[in-house]
């Protein structure tokens, strides 16, 4: 079976601080590979998404970036934090045309 | 543009008192339409795909519905356990990649 890793589960991180967060997956091949951030209160907006490894396109300008070395490997950096960075991080696996399943999510906490 | 909205934003219900929530849709060519339950502090749980209007799919106390507008998960005697946001999700036709476009969630919760 399928399953989805995050680290680290909560963060805490100062204004201006760098910050990578990693989501593996296990159990399947070359999977369509996302991530989303959900602020208090609201619903998943979309940050990135990889249709395979080195491919990654943004869906909002942000501070953000994202990479996938690896098949089931992706990774959610940015080299300053800012306070509106703050919230709930998830990444999310599926094959095209199938449901997302979803990690277990990384709190980040900017101050 | 796709947009999908939820109502109400939160139900409160008294176990065993059956009801339903809401997902009105707008999305070009509706490739799927996805229901999930997300519990505080933890990542989405899928729970239902739904592609076509009329289509019905049932789990334990749960049935989701699809009409060509939107999709209704209808809750028969709930339990505290049920407690949780559900959120409900559309896919568009001319993505290869899969793009999903959420609601804001309802927050269910069930008293004993």
């Known amino acids: 079976s399928q399953t989805i890793h995050q680290w680290p589960a909560t963060l805490v991180q100062p204004v201006g601080s760098p910050l990578s967060l990693e989501c593996t997956v296990e159990g399947t091949s070359n999977p369509n590979l996302y991530w989303y951030r959900q602020a208090a209160g609201r619903g998943l907006q979309l940050l990135f998404y990889?249709?395979?490894?080195?491919?990654i396109s943004s869906e909002v300008p942000q501070n953000l970036s994202a990479s996938r070395p690896q098949d089931r490997q992706f990774i959610l950096s940015s080299k300053k934090l800012l306070l509106s960075d703050s919230g709930f991080y998830l990444c999310?696996?599926?094959?095209?045309?199938?449901?997302?399943?979803f990690g277990p999510g990384t709190r980040l906490t900017v101050t | 543009e796709d947009q999908v909205t939820q109502s109400p934003e939160a139900l409160r219900l008294q176990e065993g008192e059956s009801s339903s929530l809401n997902c009105s849709y707008t999305?070009?060519?509706?490739?799927?339409l996805f229901w999930y339950r997300q519990d505080p502090g933890k990542g989405p749980e899928f729970l239902f795909t739904l592609y076509s209007a009329g289509e019905e799919k049932e789990k334990e106390r749960l049935k989701a519905t699809l009409t060509k507008k939107e999709s209704f998960l209808h809750i028969t005697a709930p339990k505290p356990e049920d407690s949780a946001t559900y959120l409900c999700a559309a896919r568009a036709g001319g993505t290869s990649y899969g793009k999903l476009t959420f609601g804001q969630g309802t927050i269910l919760t069930v008293h004993p």
């Open positions: 990889s249709v395979g490894i080195g491919q």
């Open positions: 999305v070009s060519g509706l490739r799927g």
């Open positions: 999310a696996w599926s094959h095209v045309g199938i449901e997302q399943y």
